[in-house]
C-alpha cells in the first residue's frame, strides 16, 4: 500500500487516486484465507478481532482480514457469524457484485487459470469483453473473481467511451425510467443522499 496520499492544494479537494480496500463478508475466515492466500498468491497481511464496530460501539465480535494486492491495495473481509445467514453466501449474481483483478499479459493470465483449475477451483474462460480478456472463478463466499488482462484496444477504446459515458446514462435512464419507477417508486430513484450507519433495531 503507498504511503503517499494525494496532495491538497488551495481552493481544491485532494484526488482520490485509489481503492485503499473493498471489504465484503465471509463464511469462515480459514475458508477464505485458503483461497485468496493460498489459490491466488494474495498474502494474508491482518487479521484483526474486534469486540465492537467501530462508530457504532455495538457489542458485535467479529473478525476482519487483509489481503494485499501487488499495487498495495486491499482486499478485506469480515467474520462475524452472529448475523450472518446461509443465504448471504450463495452465488451472487455478477450484476451484483464482483471482483476482477489484472495482470500484465494474457500468457500470464492463463497461467493463473492453469494453476486454480489445478487447486480444484473451476475457473472458466477466457472471455473476450473488447477492452479486456477475462477468466472466471467463485470464492467460498459465493463471490464471483475475475482474472483480467488488458487487450490492446484498452486505452483508445476507453477514451472514446468516456467522451460519451454521461449521454449513454442520459439515453439509458430515458429509456428505463418508467420500469424503475414502477419497481422502486420516483422518490427511491431521485434522492442523491443516504444516512451513513444503520438503523437499531
Known amino acids: 500500500m503507498s504511503n503517499s496520499a494525494p496532495k491538497a492544494t488551495p481552493g481544491k479537494l485532494a484526488v482520490l487516486n485509489s481503492i485503499n480496500h473493498a471489504a465484503y463478508r465471509c463464511r469462515d475466515a480459514e475458508q477464505t484465507r485458503w483461497f485468496y492466500e493460498d489459490v491466488l498468491g494474495i498474502p494474508l497481511v491482518a487479521s484483526l478481532i474486534r469486540e465492537k464496530i467501530a462508530g457504532l460501539e455495538e457489542d458485535t465480535p467479529y473478525l476482519h482480514l487483509f489481503f494485499q494486492l501487488g499495487n498495495g491495495n486491499l482486499i478485506a473481509f469480515f467474520d462475524e457469524p452472529t448475523s450472518a445467514t446461509p443465504e448471504q453466501f450463495e452465488r451472487a449474481y455478477s450484476f451484483d457484485r464482483h471482483l476482477a483483478f489484472e495482470v500484465g499479459t494474457e500468457a500470464e493470465m492463463l497461467e493463473w487459470q492453469k494453476r486454480i483449475n489445478a487447486a480444484g477451483v473451476s475457473c472458466l474462460g477466457p472471455v473476450d469483453h473488447g477492452i479486456v480478456r477475462s477468466v472466471y472463478m467463485y470464492d467460498p463466499n459465493g463471490l464471483q473473481t ?12 476507453m477514451a ?6 454521461h449521454e449513454n446514462i442520459r439515453k439509458w435512464n430515458a429509456r428505463t425510467r418508467a420500469a ?15 444516512q451513513a450507519g444503520r438503523k437499531k433495531s
Do not use: H, L, N
Open 146 to 157: 475475475e482474472i483480467c488482462v488488458r487487450t490492446p484496444v484498452y486505452d483508445q477504446a
Open 160 to 165: 472514446a467511451e468516456q467522451k460519451t459515458a
Open 180 to 194: 424503475k419507477e414502477a419497481k422502486f417508486g420516483a422518490a427511491a430513484i431521485d434522492v442523491r443522499s443516504r
